[in-house]
């Protein structure tokens, strides 16, 4: 599986959109981008995950660059309860289902 | 709908006890994955199974680990003997076909 690169921590105002950009330059055809989330003393939860199109959900919307060499997975209106560990995760479509997961972004969202 | 269920939510044992970690996966998802957490090596991965069966162990650190799933609806996870090098936090996740993996609250295992 591709490897991604994020930014180790990033800050978020309350209110206003979080933008966490995510690298996978060696991502091929065949693998998806994922985005997970880890609260602290929880298990990571689902986000959002896509191929090759935008995507948008009730949690986040996801934008994957036309070369999908990277992507940006955007948080339209950051809370308190949105402070977490942010993982970009590239897996692949075959049978494989395993996830690896890097070090993540760690978002703080401030009032 | 009932998500992943691990159970201890914690665990304090000795070094050299056995430990055994429980899984129950969402009803309907095939596909069971154990994981261990750690401010060092962060997530990783150990085995996961698909309908009952391993397919990939090459996570478990050493004999030490075991893992089964004797149906649909359990998992478990087992150290035996256990050391302190094995304190972490361990989770749980179910799936199916190509739908995102769901993670239990894990278990918080401590060995003194």
């Known amino acids: 599986d591709a490897k991604t690169t994020q930014p180790p921590s990033m800050d978020c105002a309350e209110g206003r959109a979080a933008n966490l950009p995510c690298n996978h330059s060696?991502?091929?055809?065949?693998?998806?981008v994922y985005w997970y989330r880890q609260i602290h003393s929880q298990g990571p939860q689902y986000i959002i995950h896509?191929?090759?199109n935008n995507e948008t959900n009730e949690m986040a919307s996801l934008i994957i660059t036309e070369d999908r060499k990277s992507s940006t997975l955007i948080l339209p209106h950051a809370t308190l309860r949105d402070t977490a560990v942010y993982y970009c995760?590239?897996?692949?479509?075959?049978?494989?289902?395993?996830?690896?997961f890097g070090a993540g972004t760690t978002v703080t969202v401030r009032a | 709908d009932a998500g992943v269920i691990q159970s201890p939510r914690h665990e304090v044992t000795e070094m050299g006890q056995e430990v055994t970690l429980r899984c129950k996966p969402i009803?309907?998802?095939?596909?069971l994955f154990w994981y261990r957490q750690t401010m060092m090596r962060g997530l990783e991965l150990l085995i996961y199974f698909n309908n009952n069966v391993p397919i990939d162990d090459s996570g478990m650190p050493e004999d030490r680990f075991s893992a089964k799933m004797p149906n649909a609806s359990f998992s478990t996870l087992k150290i035996q003997p256990s050391e302190p090098r094995d304190s972490a936090v361990y989770f749980c996740?179910?799936?199916?076909?190509?739908?995102?993996?769901?993670f239990g609250d894990g278990t918080r295992l401590s060995i003194l």
């Open positions: 896509g191929l090759k």
């Open positions: 996740a179910s799936g199916t076909g190509n739908q995102p993996q769901h």
């Open positions: 060696t991502i091929s055809g065949n693998e998806y």
């Open positions: 009803s309907g998802h095939d596909y």
């Open positions: 995760i590239v897996r692949s479509r075959s049978n494989d289902y395993k996830l690896s």
